[in-house]
């Protein structure tokens, strides 16, 4: 659902209808149109920019999967990105939520146990994958994610995690990718593409018998 703003400015009503869903694109187009009132521009100059605003590359991006479920690639890397990501599309009311993210090397660890048990609250499949490694080897990444064991399936190659949410998913589901957004991949993978972007615009060049049910 697309939010519809309702406000008033000295008395005169006013309203925004956003191209974006989420309560966080909500706060961030009334912090735009206060600076942009305070500058002076129009109220339907403004409304219309709102209004035709296609989005950021790698933020809710969308695509749609060829059996009616829906995928989007998100930028969220800390536990609250996450957790507006997730509320935005539970709101959305999906038959389930297949989930795709992993952790970068040499960062904070700290936040490791909240984003999954985030994603545990609301995904019915969480499926850890490798990030940017920055060095650290696969062998120590993946001792790491042992910890995890039980609570969700793990994939290493990120192209074969995506593939696989996009295999076994059905119409109503959401497949939601975070992490990177419109970043490239920092290492090679299976299907040799550059981008959480470019492997969904791979694989939804692929039709398979399951895929046009």
Same mark, same amino acid.
Not at 177 to 183: A, L, N, Q, R, S
Not at 192 to 211: A, G, H, M
């Given at each position: 659902?697309?939010?519809?703003?309702?406000?008033?400015?000295?008395?005169?009503?006013?309203?925004?209808?956003?191209?974006?869903?989420?309560?966080?694109?909500?706060?961030?187009?009334?912090?735009?149109?206060?600076?942009?009132?305070?500058?002076?521009?129009?109220?339907?100059?403004?409304?219309?920019?709102?209004?035709?605003?296609?989005?950021?590359?790698?933020?809710?991006?969308?695509?749609?999967?060829?059996?009616?479920?829906?995928?989007?690639?998100?930028?969220?890397?800390?536990?609250?990105?996450?957790?507006?990501? +997730?509320? @935005?599309?539970?709101?959305?009311?999906?038959? &389930?939520? *297949?989930?795709?993210?992993?952790?970068?090397? /040499? =960062?904070?660890?700290?936040?490791?146990?909240?984003?999954?048990?985030?994603?545990?609250?609301?995904?019915?499949?969480?499926?850890?994958?490798?990030?940017?490694?920055?060095?650290?080897?696969?062998?120590?990444?993946?001792?790491?994610?042992?910890?995890?064991?039980?609570?969700?399936?793990?994939?290493?190659?990120?192209?074969?995690?995506?593939?696989?949410?996009?295999?076994?998913?059905?119409?109503?589901?959401?497949?939601?990718?975070?992490?990177?957004?419109?970043?490239?991949?920092?290492?090679?993978?299976? +299907?040799? @593409?550059?981008?959480?972007?470019?492997?969904? &615009?791979? *694989?939804?060049?692929?039709?398979?018998?399951? /895929? =046009?049910?």
């Amino acid at each position: 659902m697309k939010p519809i703003i309702h406000f008033r400015e000295q008395g005169e009503p006013y309203t925004l209808h956003l191209p974006i869903p989420g309560h966080y694109n909500v706060w961030n187009s009334i912090g735009a149109v206060l600076l942009a009132r305070r500058r002076g521009i129009p109220y339907d100059t403004i409304a219309e920019a709102i209004a035709s605003f296609p989005g950021v590359p790698g933020r809710f991006q969308k695509f749609e999967h060829p059996s009616g479920a829906v995928v989007v690639v998100d930028y969220a890397h800390t536990p609250d990105g996450l957790l507006q990501c +997730l509320e @935005t599309i539970r709101a959305m009311k999906p038959k &389930r939520i *297949l989930h795709i993210f992993g952790f970068r090397g /040499n =960062k904070d660890d700290s936040k490791w146990g909240v984003m999954l048990n985030i994603s545990n609250r609301y995904c019915g499949k969480t499926i850890l994958t490798f990030d940017d490694r920055n060095g650290v080897p696969k062998e120590k990444i993946l001792q790491s994610y042992q910890s995890f064991s039980g609570r969700c399936e793990v994939i290493e190659d990120r192209t074969m995690a995506i593939s696989h949410a996009w295999e076994v998913v059905k119409k109503g589901d959401w497949i939601v990718i975070t992490g990177k957004g419109p970043e490239p991949y920092t290492e090679p993978f299976i +299907l040799s @593409t550059s981008s959480d972007i470019e492997t969904i &615009r791979v *694989l939804s060049e692929r039709v398979t018998p399951q /895929n =046009k049910l």
